[in-house]
């Protein structure tokens, strides 16, 4: 019998002048918006979907995922249904339209993808009265650079219709391939729904000494783990890679089916929110936890008794330790990238190890083109993101199969691990103050002002006496970025006072929300000496901070 063709529409709509993407091609909105706002979601996704040259569009693939929030099935069949209509050939999918971030960009690797669409809000609070958002990945498997970014809000601002098949339905749940007969397309579009865990584990694999960690959780000398995934995609891969593969018992892991709202919870994978994890770790029973956020590159590593790795640090200890881990064996360490905002710890493994540093703006796309140039092995964030050249976008799992690798090669703890480190290479004290939901004109006049004081010929070389401490400062600047592949100039990325000891002041405005800005302000304090590790990093670092 032969099917009918679906029926192709273009239905008129209306420009919305906020769909600018906030870095890396991501629109976050509440839920509601998405919900409420007619044809908000499809403006965004055909301003997107125009930001891909005709030609390049045409018959191509692109992956899909989502972290399972509130709305991503909604979402994701009008994702389909746009691609189908606007040329594309080819959308692979997770099962039940579940991918964790890593995930997207892994399979966009391995099948050479045009690019991906991922539906999810990072960290912030799920269901209806919860955050949305859409996120792009280009070829390379990272976040749209700016320049796409900048394409598709100047497309979103003169959008007067989109492309749609409302008829396309396609089975979510069952894994194998989907065909439609579209009206006026030569070939059928294709839908491969495919094993969520699959390909991203057979990376892992590639990367990883799987049987030295599974003797690490299984064998005489065993430590017991307590991995949270916060509701969150992350659920299938802990249990399939952690339990199943390496062998950690099904108690191991908790909150590991990923939920509309995340269990009321946002999946935050921090001290303030995982708190189920961190009263269990404080107990004594488990002697390795970790948490994860919603969409799976985000993490937390917490030793036994809830001692807290910062990400700053455990960026700092991975680099030193990248040689418990075969693929850099293999690979060789060509460099290291942070965040401007990340302390400066890595830098101090970096000049032991020889190896250059990359200080780049916040977002994981100013890593993309040091690695795809070869510049870059390994790269962070302080906002608990790590990752390195085997994807282009940060990943939470394999953070935490770093950590097990270097405690089953030093057979040493998570806080011996991090005290050892720190007497090599002396304590940064780190802090970051959120100051939210600041009205954005009140915030730019704060920067403003706070410029003109710190830039004055009079700031610098000045002395302030905190305590016991005196602070001088060394230089000031509002941070600008070179990129070494392309020449691209970043300025305005934020205000940093350094002082003459490495301490150092940093004030920027992130661009998470779309209504209120926020201000943060890091603090970080460098300490050698080894009799002062052991203070509390709030009460150590806010001497800079008064």
């Not at 912030?124 to 970014?149: I, T």
């Not at 330790?321 to 302390?343: A, D, E």
């Not at 998470?512 to 709030?538: C, M």
Request: aromatic share 10%.
């Amino acid at each position: 019998m032969e099917r009918t063709p679906i029926p192709v529409l273009t239905v008129p709509t209306a420009p919305y002048e906020d769909q600018r993407p906030t870095g890396g091609g991501g629109l976050r909105r509440p839920t509601g918006l998405f919900e409420s706002q007619r044809n908000y979601l499809p403006n965004f996704v055909q301003s997107l979907l125009s930001s891909v040259d005709l030609r390049d569009r045409q018959g191509c693939t692109m992956v899909v995922g989502s972290d399972g929030r509130y709305f991503s099935k909604t979402a994701i069949e009008i994702v389909v249904q746009m691609a189908a209509a606007n040329g594309i050939g080819r959308l692979v999918i997770g099962q039940n339209g579940i991918l964790s971030t890593p995930a997207v960009s892994c399979i966009i690797r391995k099948i050479k993808a045009a690019g991906g669409i991922i539906l999810t809000a990072s960290h912030s609070p799920g269901g209806p009265g919860g955050e949305f958002g859409v996120k792009f990945e280009v070829a390379n498997g990272g976040p749209a650079p700016d320049m796409v970014s900048d394409k598709i809000y100047q497309i979103s601002k003169t959008l007067e219709e989109y492309a749609i098949c409302p008829d396309l339905r396609v089975d979510l749940s069952r894994l194998g391939r989907q065909e439609f007969d579209l009206e006026n397309k030569f070939k059928p579009f294709r839908v491969e729904i495919v094993d969520s865990v699959d390909i991203y584990l057979n990376l892992l694999r590639s990367i990883f000494d799987f049987n030295a960690i599974r003797n690490l959780l299984t064998g005489p000398n065993q430590i017991k783990i307590r991995i949270d995934a916060m509701n969150g995609v992350m659920g299938p891969y802990v249990r399939r890679i952690l339990c199943d593969e390496l062998g950690a018992p099904a108690n191991s892991a908790i909150n590991c089916i990923p939920l509309e709202d995340f269990g009321g919870q946002p999946p935050d994978p921090n001290l303030t929110y995982a708190t189920a994890l961190l009263e269990a770790m404080r107990g004594g029973e488990y002697g390795f936890g970790a948490a994860f956020d919603a969409d799976g590159d985000r993490y937390m590593i917490l030793g036994q008794n809830g001692f807290f790795v910062n990400a700053s640090d455990s960026l700092a200890i991975i680099a030193a330790n990248l040689s418990c881990i075969p693929y850099f064996c293999q690979m060789g360490v060509r460099g290291f990238g942070r965040s401007m905002p990340t302390s400066t710890a890595l830098d101090k493994v970096a000049k032991v190890m020889k190896v250059p540093v990359y200080e780049t703006p916040a977002g994981w796309r100013y890593f993309s083109n040091l690695m795809d140039s070869g510049r870059c092995s390994l790269c962070g964030e302080e906002s608990f993101g790590t990752g390195s050249d085997h994807l282009r976008e940060k990943d939470g799992l394999w953070a935490v199969l770093v950590w097990l690798s270097i405690l089953a090669a030093r057979k040493q703890s998570v806080e011996e691990i991090v005290r050892d480190h720190w007497a090599k290479f002396g304590r940064h004290y780190y802090c970051r103050f959120d100051y939210e939901a600041l009205e954005p004109r009140t915030a730019y006049f704060i920067m403003r002002d706070l410029e003109a004081l710190i830039t004055d010929k009079s700031f610098s070389h000045q002395q302030f006496a905190v305590g016991n401490n005196i602070y001088s400062v060394e230089r000031t600047d509002s941070f600008e970025y070179i990129d070494p592949v392309d020449g691209t100039v970043t300025k305005r990325q934020g205000l940093r006072i350094i002082f003459s000891d490495a301490s150092r002041l940093i004030f920027r405005m992130s661009a998470s929300s779309h209504v209120r800005a926020t201000l943060r302000i890091y603090a970080e304090s460098y300490e050698k000496d080894p009799s002062q590790h052991n203070k509390e990093p709030q009460g150590h670092s806010q001497h800079i901070h008064k």
